[in-house]
């Protein structure tokens, strides 16, 4: 497959992603499209270091996917909390809560 393939399919991903991040009113969906955007950079980074025929881009795409695990775990107990004290997952509410 070509390079071009690839960094296509890793571009309709990133776009998707954002729409989703913009789009949804609901936590967990737009933690889901943060993924779906870092999984496209892990895409260009693999792809990238597949044509440059050099480990870095798996490399990178390890402390791509480390990252983003950790973002699930703060984010999703984020969401929790805001379950608890909201009954709501919905993001418009969250910016009502007073720190």
């Known amino acids: 497959m070509l390079l071009n393939q ?3 399919l890793a571009a309709v991903l990133f776009c998707i992603g954002v729409y989703g991040v913009l789009a949804r009113r609901n936590a967990v969906l737009v933690l889901a499209s943060i993924e779906l955007m870092l999984n496209a950079v892990n895409i260009n980074l693999v792809a ?3 044509y440059r025929h050099n480990i870095a881009g798996q490399v990178f795409a390890l402390f791509v ?3 983003a695990a950790a973002e699930v775990g703060v984010g999703l107990a984020i969401v929790v909390l805001i379950f608890r004290n909201r009954a709501s ?3 418009d509410d969250a910016d009502l809560m007073k720190g």
Do not use: R, S
């Open 65 to 67: 996917i480390t990252i």
């Open 89 to 91: 997952i919905a993001l």
């Open 6 to 8: 690839f960094l296509f």
């Open 48 to 50: 990238f270091g597949a």
